[in-house]
């Protein structure tokens, strides 16, 4: 920090934090999630973090908006729906009715947790990915039902926070300047920024230093038009080429119901969906580590299902040898 300027520093801070913490996102489930069982746990694992985060925020349920112990209603939003799409695409599909039964309390408080929070990214996403249960898991039909009948009396009677209400309630508004708020000037600086360094950017980190007020305008909250405005218009292009590659391959996995693991392909799939969103419309790069580790997955599945192939044929050889 001495040996170099302020800007410079930010520069470096926040290259720093996205190599160190997405790098680790990105490279780690290669090596740790190396058998299925070990991805199957990490998601488990998942859901206990969330139900054990939302019992935390719950303490407050009925005073303001529900926030993660860190201080973000979005992380805790996030968290929530993520842990449904897990418990609806992983955990449900392999339970008798009655064991899913027991499974809906916990997916009603993650509900409570998500709409207390009044996390509108998240809340549109489950609400995209929850058509995909019927096409995926086709037996799950009646749960969904259930779950929907038993949620819109439950969520009535909770002591929803009213300001969560009605920041939700602001989804609803004709005219989009009016749902985005103060983030439709976020992004307007950053179109204008990008329309002023289309190749180059402002360089990195420069958002905030070129915006009208530093400790306002931190990032535009939307990870793609960030990249165009501080790394230019080919490094937003490289970041799409990289998203549309996750989903390429995930789609070529769950569109193919022989795939050895294609129960997981459809969850990786719900979660690609809510990152995505999560991109589109909240935190800058060096926050979005949960999607970052999920474009990875795609890929670590078609690894892990090639290796089991490759197992299953050599006991095969081994099997009918004389």
């Keep these: 920090y001495f040996f170099v300027s302020e800007d410079e520093f930010v520069k470096l801070e926040k290259a720093g934090r ?15 999630l190396d058998r299925p069982e070990r991805l199957k746990r990490f ?32 992380q805790l939003g996030a968290e929530a729906a993520e842990a449904i799409l897990i418990l609806l695409f992983f955990v449900l599909p392999g339970l008798s009715f009655v064991k899913r039964l027991l499974c809906y309390p916990l997916i009603l408080l993650l509900l409570v947790t998500l709409i207390g929070a009044g996390a509108r990214g998240s809340s549109i996403a489950l609400a995209l990915c929850l058509p995909l249960l019927l096409l995926f898991h086709k037996s799950l039909r009646l749960d969904l039902f259930l779950l929907v009948a038993v949620a819109i009396p439950f969520l009535a009677v909770a002591s929803i926070p009213e300001a969560s209400i009605t920041y939700l309630a602001t989804l609803l508004q004709p005219d989009p300047q009016a ?25 990195i980190g420069g958002y905030p230093v070129r915006s009208p007020n530093a400790a306002l305008f931190n990032y535009p909250h939307n990870v793609f038009l960030e990249v165009s405005a501080e790394m230019g218009i080919l490094s937003s292009a490289l970041l799409v080429v990289l998203v549309a590659a996750s989903f390429r391959e995930i789609l070529r996995q769950v569109m193919n119901r022989q795939f050895p693991l294609h129960q997981l392909s459809c969850v990786v799939l719900v979660l690609l969906v809510m990152g995505l969103v999560s991109m589109m419309i909240s935190g800058d790069i060096t926050s979005h580590r949960n999607m970052w580790l999920y474009m990875t997955l795609p890929f670590v599945l078609r690894n892990l299902a090639l290796r089991q192939e490759s197992s299953n044929t050599v006991r095969l050889t081994l099997a009918t040898r004389p």
């Design 18 to 32: 996205f190599i160190l913490f997405c790098g680790m996102a990105i490279v780690a489930p290669f090596f740790i």
């Design 43 to 74: 998601l488990l694992a998942f859901v206990v973090s969330a139900i054990l985060m939302s019992l935390n925020a719950l303490a407050a349920l009925g005073k303001d908006r529900l926030i993660a112990p860190s201080g973000l209603n979005t």
């Design 179 to 203: 749902v985005l708020g103060f983030r439709y000037d976020l992004m307007s600086v950053g179109w204008k920024l990008v329309a002023e360094n289309p190749i180059l950017g402002v360089g």
